[in-house]
């Protein structure tokens, strides 16, 4: 079982940056971030694999870059550019597991 736990959201202004935290208990292959808003769906944002490849939703390229550190199995979100669509509750995902989530409010 792998138990993630992620960290750093809040409230910024649009034009705003926040960086996310996902940290893993173990050793991780792949993982992804997540964002659900309020009556959506969630959806994918971005994803990363141990080799370094990465991919972003259009909704987000150019503006969130998806970044890993191995010796501490943390992932980072650096949200860039933030718009008040980007406000959601953002999860992180390896395989079957996800974390518990962090509210990212866009907002002035």
């Known amino acids: 079982q792998v138990q993630l736990v992620e960290s750093g959201g809040g409230l910024v202004e649009p034009g705003g940056s926040l960086r996310l935290s996902c940290a893993a208990s173990s050793s991780i292959f792949i993982m992804g971030w997540y964002r659900q808003a309020p009556g959506k769906q969630r959806e994918w944002v971005a994803t990363?694999?141990?080799?370094?490849?990465?991919n972003y939703a259009d909704s987000v390229k150019g503006r969130f870059t998806i970044s890993r550190d191995n010796a501490k199995n943390t992932v980072y979100l650096q949200m860039n550019s933030l718009k008040p669509e980007d406000t959601a509750v953002y999860y992180c995902k390896t395989e079957r597991y996800w974390g518990q989530g962090t509210q990212v409010t866009v907002s002035s």
């Open positions: 990363i694999i141990s080799s370094g490849t990465r």
